[in-house]
């Protein structure tokens, strides 16, 4: 035993070293899987970021056909449904681009209310001229918004996508 007593300093370093080493390489490998993991919550979070900004947009694309549907089916668009189309379709502007938000909000939103005011007249003029002027023109209107909807479909088509 007194043979060994001079080695006793280096063996107790020899066994901290590999104590030491032994840690460390579980705290490399924790770290590892800590980097793995955070990389997954990463994807996860990514992956969820698409699907809400698909939801958002699939909603505004919603609002805007359903818009389109009353307009089409009753040749009027009722200022009750106003307030569903212009909330639905406000966020546009920042779910889509400029182009599109402006179709949205200006042309198809100026269609449905130029149609209620063609039905509006169409059914109230005391002019029978007037009312079958009206009448073309509202007719007009709905056919534009079937081809609006067309358009929209083609230009909301990159966007309604949820890979990529």
Do not use: C
């Amino acid at each position: 035993m007194q043979t060994l007593q001079p080695w006793a300093p280096v063996i107790a370093a020899a066994i901290a070293a590999a104590i030491a080493i032994t840690f460390g390489f579980i705290q490399a490998s924790v770290s590892r899987q800590q980097a793995k993991t955070a990389a997954a919550a990463a994807a996860t979070a990514k992956s969820k970021l698409k699907l809400d900004l698909f939801e958002k947009r699939l909603e505004v694309f919603t609002v805007t056909k359903n818009a389109i549907d009353i307009a089409w089916k009753s040749r009027d668009f009722p200022t009750s449904n106003d307030k569903v189309f212009l909330s639905g379709t406000s966020g546009a502007r920042w779910l889509f681009n400029e182009q599109i938000a402006d179709y949205i909000q200006r042309d198809i939103w100026g269609r449905l209310v130029d149609i209620h005011l063609k039905n509006t007249i169409s059914t109230e003029s005391d002019s029978m001229d007037e009312r079958n002027q009206a009448r073309t023109e509202r007719n007009e209107l709905s056919k534009q918004l079937i081809k609006d909807l067309h358009k929209l479909e083609e230009l909301l088509a990159p966007f309604l996508q949820i890979e990529g």
